[in-house]
């Protein structure tokens, strides 16, 4: 079991930066692929981004390519979300997810989910 604690959402105006830090508690760290999603409200939860167990291979949604840069420090058990450039659309709780290793963009191949944290980026 790994339990995930996301912060550092908030209120940034368009073309703002926020960074996002997902906190795993539990089993190591270092063994799980991380996945960062993201839900609007009435909209299906999306992919954003999702980073290898040691961190040497990304991939981004194409809605997210060069604004945003997902990261971890396996020994501070957390992984990041550094949003540059937001925009409006970008609006959504924001989660992180954990899977017994390597990367995804689906959904259903993370076991383990965060609470959640809400990002509103205004016009």
């Known amino acids: 079991q790994v339990q995930l604690v996301e912060s550092g959402g908030g209120l940034v105006q368009a073309g703002g930066s926020l960074r996002l830090s997902c906190a795993a508690s539990?089993?190591?760290?270092?063994?799980?692929?991380m996945g960062w999603f993201r839900q609007a409200p009435g909209k299906e939860r999306d992919f954003v981004a999702t980073?290898?167990?040691?961190?040497?291979?990304?991939y981004y949604a194409d809605s997210v390519k060069g604004r945003f840069t997902v990261s971890r420090d396996n020994a501070l058990n957390t992984v990041y979300l550094q949003m540059n450039s937001l925009k409006p659309e970008d609006t959504a709780v924001y989660y992180c997810?954990?899977?017994?290793?390597?990367?995804?963009?689906?959904?259903?191949?993370?076991?383990?989910w965060g609470q959640g944290t809400q990002v509103t980026v205004s016009s």
């Open positions: 980073i290898s167990q040691m961190g040497g291979i990304t």
């Open positions: 539990g089993r190591t760290f270092s063994v799980y692929g």
């Open positions: 997810a954990a899977r017994p290793r390597g990367t995804s963009s689906r959904s259903s191949d993370y076991d383990y």
